[in-house]
């Protein structure tokens, strides 16, 4: 058994994946803007992702914009039968580089077509609605127009699932009463547990969960607790913080992001890494005490 299948897997939709994949955001620019410093290493890291075990990366064409998606029809197309694409829409990059809602029908549907066309597919596996009321945070607002949208998106055919991205638990009540959500993504963490009741009430109904930022994101997790579990262990605070994921519910799909094949490496190799029940309950203690 390879590291990666250490993992476990859990089903997406009606695919079953690996529950460690990789996150493309990171092979853009600096900022998530424009083109990677270095477009070889940035095939590099994909190839080598694939050839590792991973069969579910998280992508989305205003990562760039449309960087991501096209270095990965570049590294992988023609893809590999087992591997799960997801896509996200319902944002857009402006000329700066910042981050705007494009919740309008007709944004919604050219984002599919970009998707598609950037990514050389006929379909989407999975796409995830990304609530934008609030570009740093879930905010409340209704789903209803932009879901209807994407329902009416996949009942032609070019989207099979959908999934819902920084949204809210009335958020996610409502778009189940739309259409069926295969799976929420959220900013969830060792540190950063918010959303620890909507994991559990997700898993119950098998619904799968997906943090963005499982290390931290642009702000790496740092934690004396943390690198000192991991330091007995032998594994990087990194590895140990994935792995506490792993742990935390079954239903949790890990897509951490890189452009390095080193640091892609370190990450899967988390899926091999025990914790033990003292070590768990330590790191548990983080969110509540704010150390990280």
């Known amino acids: 058994m390879s590291s990666i299948d250490q993992s476990g897997t ?3 939709g009606d695919r079953t994946v690996k529950r460690l994949g990789y996150g493309a955001m990171q092979l853009a620019g600096p900022g998530v803007f424009g083109p990677p410093k270095d477009h070889g290493a940035a095939l590099a890291v994909l190839r080598e992702a694939v050839a590792s075990g991973v069969n579910h990366i998280d992508t989305s064409d205003f990562y760039g914009p449309h960087v991501t998606n096209r270095l990965i029809r570049e590294a992988l197309h023609p893809y590999p039968g087992d591997l799960v694409l997801v896509t996200k829409i319902g944002a857009r990059r402006g000329g700066d580089g910042s981050w705007l809602p494009a919740f309008s029908p007709e944004e919604l549907t050219q984002a599919v077509h970009d998707n598609l066309r950037n990514l050389g597919l006929d379909v989407l596996e999975l796409v995830n609605l990304r609530a934008m009321f609030d570009a740093h945070h879930p ?3 209704s789903l209803e127009a932009p879901l209807t949208v994407l ?4 009942r032609q055919g070019l989207v099979r699932h959908i999934g819902l991205s920084h949204v809210t638990p009335t958020q996610i009540a409502e778009g189940r009463r739309i259409c069926e959500i295969v799976c929420v993504q959220n900013y969830y963490n060792l540190a950063q547990r918010a959303d620890d009741a909507l994991v559990d009430e997700l898993a ?3 619904i799968a969960y997906v943090p963005y930022f499982p ?3 642009f702000n790496p997790l740092q934690s004396s607790t943390l690198s000192d579990v991991a330091a007995r262990l032998g594994a990087t605070p990194m590895q140990v913080a994935l792995a506490w994921l792993l742990r935390r519910a079954p239903n949790i799909l890990l897509i951490p992001g ?3 094949v080193a640091h892609l490496q370190e990450n899967l190799a988390a899926a091999g890494c ?3 029940d003292d ?3 330590e790191l548990d203690s983080i969110a509540s005490i704010g150390s990280a």
């Open 204 to 206: 119950r109904d098998g």
């Open 151 to 154: 329902a009416g998106l996949q």
């Open 279 to 281: 070590a768990a309950r």
């Open 10 to 12: 859990f089903k997406l």
């Open 258 to 260: 890189t452009s390095s």
């Open 274 to 276: 025990a914790l033990p």
């Open 215 to 217: 290390l931290g994101g």
């Open 139 to 141: 905010a409340e607002g």
